[in-house]
């Protein structure tokens, strides 16, 4: 979710240029730039507890046994 919110909102100006014009042009330039600030660091936020979780909880890993750059998924 972290990563899709961080890329989704950096994406804005690509994807709906107009809309950002228009939004920015309701609300007023400062108060985009705090939106679009709280926006990306929840994403990142995000980001960075989700790659803790993956820290601890592995989906895959190498082993010694296997051999040097072998990964054992599961």
């Known amino acids: 979710a972290g990563l899709a919110i961080f890329l989704g909102v950096h994406s ?17 330039v400062p108060s985009w730039k705090i939106r679009y600030s709280l926006v990306s660091i929840a ?20 082993s010694r046994r296997s051999g040097c750059g072998t990964w054992r998924c599961w």
């Open 43 to 62: 994403g990142f936020v995000l980001i960075v507890i989700g790659y803790g979780a993956a820290r601890l909880d592995p989906v895959c890993s190498t």
């Open 12 to 28: 804005i100006a690509i994807f709906a240029p107009r809309w950002r014009e228009q939004l920015i042009a309701r609300i007023g």
